[in-house]
């Protein structure tokens, strides 16, 4: 019974870390939309010959894209099979 309430108190763990990861990414993916357009037009209204907004663009843009990646692509995956590893190797000590 204590070992199904374990398990149960992992899990839950587990799945409150995936969603604090969700949120992380959703935030930023907010702040990113809002914030980019407000620098463009900064830059507009101040001298728009030297277009500056690029830079914070593209830079915040690699970082959501490599947070995408982590979160969706290899986070997952990855946490799945070092879970079954470590599990695998207290069965076999």
């Known amino acids: 019974?204590?070992?199904?309430?374990n398990n149960l108190n992992e899990e839950y763990l587990r799945a409150?870390?995936?969603m604090q990861e969700l949120k992380a990414f959703y935030s930023n993916i907010v702040?990113?939309?809002l914030v980019i357009p407000f620098l463009i037009f900064i830059n507009y209204m101040t001298f728009w010959d030297y277009q500056w907004f690029w830079f914070p663009m593209f830079g915040?843009?690699?970082g959501v894209a490599i947070h995408a990646v982590v979160t969706?692509?290899?986070g997952a995956d990855w946490e799945?099979?070092?879970?079954?590893?470590i599990m695998d190797?207290?069965?076999n000590s």
């Not at 799945?80 to 590893?85: C, D, N, P, Q, S």
């Open 80 to 85: 799945k099979r070092k879970i079954k590893e």
């Open 60 to 62: 915040w843009g690699l």
């Open 1 to 5: 019974m204590e070992r199904e309430s």
């Open 16 to 18: 409150s870390s995936r």
């Open 31 to 33: 702040a990113y939309v």
């Open 72 to 74: 969706f692509g290899m």
């Open 89 to 91: 190797k207290e069965k």
